[in-house]
């Protein structure tokens, strides 16, 4: 079937439309069943003709008996007319005679084509009855061939079905929704779209959809953009060669249904209709999946070996033993026999020529056990340059399918490193042996029976005995009775099940009697048949460390008594704070739990702290990780639901090696602190509520003095009184603006200056009048908070210079600028600076010796600051002021 190269369609025994459409035996009986129909309904058309000939003929019968009775009925009236009416019988006579003679010549004409009708007819019936007979015949023939035919049809699919569902190879049956035509006169690309959108899998077997790890409700039905979707670039090609071809070989890689590749070798071949157009393509698929990968193996095997061959630095060889010839040998021969490979394979026994000659013989005399597998020899060569090297040199038989040794394989290495390696082992021994010697643990070798091999020094000398004495003996004779009992049961343990064996706290008397004890490890020593043939026991001398760890105890019974009877709780985590190790009993008062729930909720004890404090804790856990001591406040939940302020203090623990290895701390309740402290916080802010209060009512009662000094100047008209009274109001409003500042602010001891200068000047610019851009007013002020003490005097200060300035410095209707400077040169060191560009103190003017209420006033301030105060008069006026804020003073 592989080998045709087009199956066509139409034809009933075609094998290539039994695959494609293959039929069942009902199918077969159905067609059968059709043939038979056709062929009565052919034999019922007959038959229907025939009736129609009949009916024919008995219509005929029909009008001639009609006329031979209308013949009769008027012979009879003619014989009563002539009795009754003779008169009217002549004329009646005579028209009846005409009427019979015109009736007899048509009846005659009538009975003559009814015999020629029934003749045709006779004859017609006779052929049609022997074509059907011809017809039956050949129907029968025909359904017994197409029974015959169906017959082997049916056969030949049965086997056909046995082959395809027990095929190992996978079978399958694309079909194409339509037929497409395959040549010059169609888009191709457009014919491969259709294909690989239409064409599906109609039938495949089980080998196939096994191959691809499907069901056959999966796969039936797919299209190839299903199945080539990984590739469909060379899926394309390959459809294309293959209706280029009409059938193609191909091995190729694919992919099962869950993805997974494989490497498959097919055949296809197109399927056409009786058109030439392609309906389709058979194929068969064979998984080479595991022969892909066996070849590569054995590839990589190869290469491997070729490499190992020609890359190791022992020379590896093949001989044939029938043509006693040499038909392999490694390139490493070269280097270590100091001759070339060529001279080898044309002389094989040239290999003995650069052996020693204290060896050669004795070699020479050996070679025959190479056929036997025995051959394994150690000897010298003398290379070119008479540099002397050991070889050894073994050889392997090969046998074929009979037994018989064809060829050997062998292996020549060179040794000479083993051989110096071999005195250094000698060398290393006695090395090694000095070195346990140094060791200050006990070791000691046994044998069978648990007799002495060897000993190091330190056990020497803790018996005060050498080797010699020792070698050969047992435990029991220098050893007490009680003691050696447990080491031969211990030894003998180790002997028998080859494992190690561990005894803590070993007593041994040394040659002064006295006891100590060692933790002895007691391990196997095998031989190279895996068996047991002596101990090694290493001994070291924990009396000390027990001493220690009795102290440790005492030590931590007294941590015990103090943890557990402290009313703290210290508790001990790992370094992971995962693992609870130790809590003390003052837990259960401060927490209102048992410790059993707190080991058995691990984790889930950050649940009992307050939600709002979890974070706080969250934050500590990460600065502990690393290192560092910590002190979190924080609220628990007790079950019975009161809630308890602690204070956790946690600091690190760390190793002998300086590592983080454990978490401790201590927690304890401050809910009466708490307590106190909110209390006193009540406290405070009550205080700052009335301190609060005392700055608004200086303020307010400052206020009221400036509105008594304003109605008093209601009465009075001295103009210089008046001004003096301004002033004055001047001053009380820049000292009430602090206290308004101060109870408007959450901080009650400090001055914001640069929003109080602002208020300060606004102020002053609003008693004076001036509404109009005649004077600007330019502030640099940094961002400066200073006490109440040291704000008063600054504010009362740059309230009678500026008011100074705008009294006197400038001419009316003139622009002028005033310009303050508030800045920080260090911390709690300041520089205020306040200048005008205006026309200057007058003429002889004195400024050390000037009379000036405001002037004197700014000095005075300057000195309760202590501060240094210049004046600048080359440019206008500028006040530079230099202080330091002043501290709180008690007034009581």
């Given at each position: 079937?592989?080998?045709?190269?087009?199956?066509?369609?139409?034809?009933a025994?075609s094998l290539?439309s039994?695959?494609?459409?293959?039929?069942?035996d009902?199918?077969?009986?159905?067609?059968?069943?059709?043939l038979?129909?056709e062929?009565?309904?052919?034999?019922?058309?007959?038959?229907?003709?025939?009736q129609?000939?009949?009916e024919?003929?008995?219509y005929?019968?029909?009008?001639?008996?009609?006329?031979q009775?209308?013949?009769?009925?008027?012979?009879?009236?003619?014989?009563d007319?002539?009795?009754?009416r003779?008169?009217?019988i002549?004329s009646v006579q005579?028209?009846?005679e005409i009427y019979?003679?015109?009736?007899i010549?048509?009846?005659?004409?009538?009975?003559i084509?009814?015999?020629?009708?029934?003749?045709?007819?006779?004859?017609?019936y006779q052929?049609?009855t022997e074509?059907?007979k011809?017809?039956?015949?050949?129907?029968?023939?025909?359904?017994i061939?197409?029974?015959r035919?169906e017959?082997a049809l049916?056969?030949?699919?049965?086997?056909?079905?046995?082959?395809?569902s027990q095929s190992?190879?996978?079978?399958?049956?694309?079909?194409?929704?339509?037929?497409?035509?395959?040549?010059?006169?169609?888009?191709?690309?457009q014919?491969?779209?259709?294909?690989?959108?239409k064409?599906?899998?109609?039938?495949?077997?089980?080998?196939?959809?096994?191959q691809?790890?499907s069901?056959?409700e999966?796969f039936?039905?797919?299209?190839l953009?299903?199945?080539?979707s990984?590739?469909?670039?060379?899926?394309?090609?390959?459809?294309?060669?293959?209706?280029?071809?009409g059938?193609?070989?191909?091995e190729?890689?694919?992919?099962?249904?869950?993805?997974?590749p494989?490497?498959?070798?097919?055949?296809?071949?197109?399927i056409?209709?009786t058109?030439g157009?392609?309906?389709?393509?058979?194929?068969?698929?064979?998984?080479?999946?595991?022969?892909?990968?066996?070849?590569?193996?054995?590839?990589?095997?190869?290469?491997r070996?070729?490499?190992?061959?020609?890359?190791i630095?022992s020379v590896?060889?093949?001989?044939?033993?029938?043509?006693?010839?040499?038909?392999?040998?490694s390139p490493?021969?070269?280097?270590?026999?100091?001759?070339?490979?060529?001279?080898?394979?044309?002389?094989?026994?040239?290999?003995?020529?650069?052996?020693h000659?204290?060896d050669?013989?004795?070699i020479v005399g050996?070679?025959?056990?190479?056929?036997?597998g025995?051959y394994?020899?150690?000897?010298?060569l003398?290379k070119p340059?008479?540099?002397?090297?050991w070889?050894?040199?073994?050889?392997?038989?090969?046998?074929?399918?009979?037994?018989?040794v064809y060829r050997?394989?062998g292996?020549?290495?060179?040794?000479?490193?083993?051989?110096?390696?071999?005195?250094?082992?000698q060398?290393a021994?006695?090395?090694y042996q000095?070195?346990?010697?140094a060791i200050?643990?006990?070791?000691?070798?046994?044998?069978?029976?648990?007799?002495i091999?060897?000993a190091?020094?330190?056990?020497?000398?803790?018996?005060?005995?050498?080797?010699?004495?020792?070698?050969g003996?047992?435990?029991?004779?220098?050893?007490?009775?009680?003691?050696?009992?447990q080491?031969?049961?211990?030894d003998?343990?180790?002997?028998?099940?080859?494992e190690?064996?561990?005894?803590?706290?070993?007593?041994l008397k040394?040659?002064?009697g006295?006891?100590?004890?060692?933790?002895?490890?007691?391990?196997?020593?095998?031989?190279?048949?895996?068996?047991?043939?002596?101990?090694?026991?290493?001994?070291?001398?924990?009396?000390?460390r027990?001493?220690?760890?009795?102290?440790?105890?005492?030590?931590?019974?007294?941590?015990r008594?103090?943890?557990?009877?402290?009313?703290?709780?210290f508790?001990?985590?790992?370094?992971?704070?995962?693992?609870?190790?130790?809590?003390?009993p003052?837990?259960e008062?401060?927490?209102?739990?048992?410790?059993?729930?707190?080991?058995?909720?691990?984790?889930n004890?950050?649940?009992?702290v307050?939600?709002?404090?979890?974070?706080?804790?969250y934050?500590?856990?990460?600065r502990?990780v690393?290192?560092?001591?910590t002190?979190?406040?924080?609220?628990?939940?007790?079950p019975?639901?009161?809630?308890c302020?602690?204070?956790?203090?946690?600091?690190?623990?760390?190793n002998?090696?300086?590592?983080?290895?454990?978490?401790?701390?201590?927690?304890?309740?401050?809910?009466?602190?708490?307590?106190?402290?909110?209390?006193l916080?009540?406290?405070?802010r009550?205080?700052e509520v009335?301190?609060?209060?005392i700055?608004?009512?200086?303020?307010?009662?400052?206020?009221?003095?400036s509105?008594?000094?304003?109605?008093?100047?209601?009465?009075?008209?001295d103009?210089?009184?008046?001004?003096?009274?301004a002033?004055?109001?001047?001053?009380?409003?820049s000292?009430?603006?602090?206290?308004?500042?101060?109870?408007?602010?959450?901080?009650?001891?400090r001055?914001?200056?640069?929003?109080?200068?602002?208020?300060?000047?606004?102020?002053?610019?609003?008693s004076?009048?001036?509404?109009?851009?005649?004077?600007?007013?330019?502030l640099?002020?940094?961002?400066i908070?200073?006490?109440i003490?040291?704000?008063?005097?600054c504010?009362?200060?740059?309230?009678?210079?500026?008011?100074n300035?705008?009294?006197?410095?400038?001419?009316?209707?003139?622009?002028?600028?005033?310009?303050?400077?508030?800045?920080?040169?260090?911390?709690?060191?300041?520089?205020?600076?306040?200048?005008?560009?205006?026309?200057?103190?007058?003429?002889?003017?004195?400024?050390e010796?000037?009379?000036?209420l405001?002037?004197?006033?700014?000095?005075?301030?300057a000195?309760?600051?202590?501060?240094?105060?210049?004046?600048?008069?080359?440019c206008?006026?500028?006040?530079?002021?230099?202080?330091?804020?002043?501290?709180?003073?008690?007034r009581?």
């Amino acid at each position: 079937m592989l080998g045709w190269k087009k199956l066509k369609f139409g034809t009933a025994n075609s094998l290539a439309s039994m695959c494609i459409h293959p039929r069942s035996d009902d199918e077969t009986l159905d067609t059968c069943e059709a043939l038979v129909a056709e062929q009565k309904l052919k034999i019922r058309e007959l038959e229907q003709e025939l009736q129609q000939q009949k009916e024919l003929c008995v219509y005929l019968r029909t009008q001639l008996q009609a006329v031979q009775y209308l013949c009769g009925l008027d012979s009879n009236t003619q014989l009563d007319l002539a009795e009754t009416r003779t008169g009217f019988i002549a004329s009646v006579q005579t028209s009846q005679e005409i009427y019979r003679i015109e009736d007899i010549a048509a009846q005659q004409q009538a009975e003559i084509a009814l015999g020629l009708i029934k003749n045709d007819l006779k004859i017609k019936y006779q052929q049609r009855t022997e074509d059907l007979k011809i017809a039956n015949q050949l129907l029968r023939e025909e359904i017994i061939d197409r029974w015959r035919t169906e017959e082997a049809l049916r056969e030949s699919q049965q086997q056909l079905e046995l082959f395809f569902s027990q095929s190992v190879d996978g079978f399958l049956f694309i079909t194409l929704d339509e037929p497409v035509q395959w040549d010059d006169t169609v888009d191709q690309e457009q014919v491969l779209d259709f294909v690989f959108a239409k064409g599906r899998v109609t039938k495949a077997n089980d080998a196939l959809i096994t191959q691809y790890g499907s069901t056959r409700e999966e796969f039936i039905g797919q299209t190839l953009n299903f199945f080539l979707s990984h590739n469909l670039a060379d899926g394309r090609e390959v459809i294309r060669q293959l209706f280029e071809a009409g059938r193609i070989h191909i091995e190729c890689d694919n992919r099962k249904l869950d993805g997974t590749p494989i490497c498959v070798k097919a055949d296809y071949i197109c399927i056409y209709d009786t058109y030439g157009r392609i309906v389709g393509y058979f194929g068969m698929e064979c998984d080479i999946s595991a022969r892909k990968q066996a070849e590569a193996a054995l590839k990589e095997s190869e290469e491997r070996f070729r490499q190992l061959a020609e890359n190791i630095e022992s020379v590896f060889w093949i001989s044939d033993i029938p043509k006693d010839e040499m038909i392999y040998v490694s390139p490493a021969y070269e280097k270590i026999w100091g001759r070339k490979c060529a001279e080898l394979y044309a002389a094989p026994k040239s290999f003995l020529d650069p052996i020693h000659p204290e060896d050669k013989q004795r070699i020479v005399g050996s070679l025959a056990k190479k056929i036997l597998g025995e051959y394994d020899e150690e000897y010298r060569l003398v290379k070119p340059n008479g540099e002397i090297s050991w070889i050894r040199d073994r050889a392997f038989p090969i046998t074929n399918a009979t037994g018989e040794v064809y060829r050997i394989v062998g292996i020549a290495e060179d040794i000479m490193e083993r051989k110096r390696v071999q005195k250094e082992l000698q060398d290393a021994k006695q090395m090694y042996q000095q070195i346990l010697d140094a060791i200050t643990d006990i070791i000691l070798v046994k044998g069978p029976e648990s007799r002495i091999v060897w000993a190091n020094k330190a056990f020497r000398e803790y018996y005060q005995m050498e080797n010699s004495e020792l070698i050969g003996r047992i435990d029991a004779e220098f050893q007490e009775p009680d003691y050696t009992q447990q080491y031969i049961l211990d030894d003998s343990s180790v002997f028998n099940t080859g494992e190690v064996r561990q005894i803590l706290e070993e007593p041994l008397k040394n040659s002064y009697g006295e006891v100590n004890y060692f933790d002895t490890i007691k391990s196997p020593i095998f031989d190279t048949e895996g068996k047991v043939v002596m101990t090694v026991g290493v001994s070291r001398n924990t009396t000390e460390r027990k001493q220690a760890q009795k102290a440790l105890r005492e030590s931590e019974e007294r941590f015990r008594q103090l943890a557990e009877n402290i009313q703290d709780s210290f508790w001990l985590v790992s370094v992971e704070l995962t693992d609870i190790l130790y809590v003390s009993p003052a837990y259960e008062q401060i927490w209102g739990r048992t410790r059993e729930d707190l080991f058995a909720h691990n984790y889930n004890w950050i649940d009992w702290v307050h939600p709002e404090d979890q974070n706080l804790l969250y934050q500590s856990f990460g600065r502990i990780v690393a290192g560092e001591s910590t002190s979190t406040e924080y609220r628990i939940l007790r079950p019975d639901g009161t809630t308890c302020w602690v204070c956790d203090r946690a600091f690190p623990i760390y190793n002998e090696s300086g590592k983080l290895y454990r978490v401790a701390g201590i927690c304890e309740d401050i809910s009466e602190r708490k307590l106190a402290e909110s209390r006193l916080q009540g406290t405070l802010r009550e205080k700052e509520v009335l301190l609060k209060e005392i700055h608004h009512r200086v303020k307010n009662n400052m206020q009221v003095i400036s509105s008594l000094l304003e109605l008093q100047a209601q009465y009075i008209d001295d103009e210089a009184t008046l001004f003096l009274f301004a002033e004055s109001q001047s001053r009380i409003h820049s000292m009430a603006l602090i206290h308004e500042q101060l109870y408007q602010s959450d901080n009650l001891a400090r001055i914001d200056i640069q929003n109080y200068v602002e208020n300060l000047v606004a102020n002053l610019f609003q008693s004076f009048g001036l509404c109009n851009d005649s004077i600007q007013i330019n502030l640099n002020i940094e961002p400066i908070y200073l006490n109440i003490e040291t704000a008063i005097p600054c504010g009362l200060i740059i309230n009678e210079l500026v008011s100074n300035s705008l009294k006197y410095a400038f001419i009316p209707t003139c622009q002028g600028e005033i310009t303050i400077n508030f800045l920080e040169i260090v911390p709690t060191e300041f520089h205020l600076s306040i200048q005008d560009n205006g026309r200057g103190f007058p003429p002889g003017f004195d400024v050390e010796n000037t009379e000036t209420l405001g002037l004197r006033l700014v000095k005075m301030l300057a000195q309760q600051l202590d501060g240094e105060i210049t004046i600048d008069s080359q440019c206008g006026i500028c006040y530079n002021i230099l202080f330091k804020e002043l501290s709180y003073r008690r007034r009581i």
